[in-house]
């Protein structure tokens, strides 16, 4: 963001300085009509989450559940911005309201034997249980949860298997370590919890990179081209929402997962031998090759390197790669058991600090 609006401000008719204070005024002020914008911002700071137990005549109040969790994130998201700018005070100050989803995580609920999920919760500080298969494929209630729906159980477009914090570091030691982390994303695919057509889950296929598995995100991410896209009229699953199930394929083609409001891409193989992508705003071009391309089976990150140079990790690529250019090597190979070398970056293991 910083990429289009900062250097490319004066162009665009719209500062830094003012863009910054919209997403300031966002996060701290509540506007009377906070259900079509904005947000319900009183409760959020007073409690840490939005309460499911509040009235109030000015909003929709539902999806405390799932807000609560977008809250948090939309702070990390202005943390970050903050950090470029380096409005020091205010990167910590939403740095640390980014952590507040940990005060809608219920251990005590589970299913399948994973335990953990994101809950509604009252004003009192105690937890309204909500089934962890509600509005999934598995929902015993066939329960809708949209816009338009009558939606009392506190989560927007997904079911609270989907709907997990933005830190994924914290999310795996809430969920009992990595084996546990990577059991239960397994028993999500395995079982029909992911849902390709809907944004909560995009990023699924790709979190193994934060348990050391980058090749668990080769398979399930190619499994998601394969499976659910092709090339007819209804090539697309669902509704396209404004490019985002179109965008979706074609970064996942290129073998990339670019981590809204970070400077970070993660990285798995592309569908391609080489790809050249180019920067407008920086008129640059990143190439990107991949190396034993046509060797059967070859579809496995094993070494990287950025303009001839060792990168330290075959897990994701810094921003930078693609405002300055150059070229990037990726060695495949059939090896799926390698790890990252430097594991994604978490808000708290201190890696967006």
């Avoid at 809430?174 to 059991?183: A, C, H, P, R, T």
């Avoid at 509704?239 to 985002?244: K, L, T």
Wanted: some cysteine; hydrophobic content about 35%; glycine content about 8%.
């Amino acid at each position: 963001m910083l990429d289009r609006w900062g250097s490319r401000s004066s162009e665009l008719g719209v500062s830094v300085d003012d863009l910054y204070s919209a997403l300031v005024t966002n996060a701290e002020d509540q506007p009377e009509n906070w259900n079509l914008q904005g947000r319900q911002t009183e409760v959020w700071k007073e409690y840490g989450y939005v309460p499911a137990d509040i009235w109030e005549p000015s909003g929709a109040n539902t999806k405390q559940a799932s807000r609560s969790v977008e809250y948090a994130f939309g702070d990390f998201c202005i943390s970050q911005v903050a950090k470029g700018l380096n409005k020091t005070d205010d990167h910590q100050k939403y740095t640390q309201r980014a952590s507040n989803f940990i005060n809608s995580w219920d251990a005590s609920v589970a299913i399948d034997g994973h335990a953990g999920f994101i809950q509604n919760k009252f004003q009192n500080g105690t937890f309204n249980y909500t089934d962890p298969r509600h509005c999934s494929i598995h929902d015993p209630l066939h329960s809708t949860c949209y816009l338009n729906a009558v939606n009392t159980d506190g989560f927007y477009e997904s079911s609270p298997i989907v709907y997990v914090p933005h830190d994924t570091a914290k999310l795996i030691e809430l969920q009992g370590g990595k084996d546990k982390f990577v059991e239960r994303l397994d028993w999500i695919f395995e079982e029909g919890y992911f849902d390709v057509s809907n944004e909560p889950s995009q990023q699924m296929p790709f979190m193994y990179h934060y348990a050391d598995q980058p090749g668990k995100s080769t398979q399930r991410s190619r499994q998601v081209i394969s499976k659910y896209y092709n090339l007819t009229d209804t090539g697309i699953p669902g509704n396209d929402d404004s490019g985002a199930m179109a965008s979706y394929a074609a970064f996942y083609l290129l073998g990339l997962y670019p981590l809204p409001a970070t400077r970070q891409v993660l990285l798995s193989s592309p569908w391609f031998p080489s790809v050249n992508i180019t920067n407008a705003f920086t008129n640059t071009i990143t190439t990107l090759n991949a190396i034993n391309f046509n060797q059967p089976g070859a579809v496995y990150v094993q070494n990287v390197t950025v303009d001839g140079q060792p990168w330290k990790s075959r897990c994701w690529l810094d921003w930078g790669v693609f405002e300055k250019g150059g070229v990037v090597d990726l060695v495949l190979g059939k090896d799926n058991g390698l790890g990252c070398g430097e594991l994604p970056a978490s808000l708290s293991t201190g890696g967006y600090d």
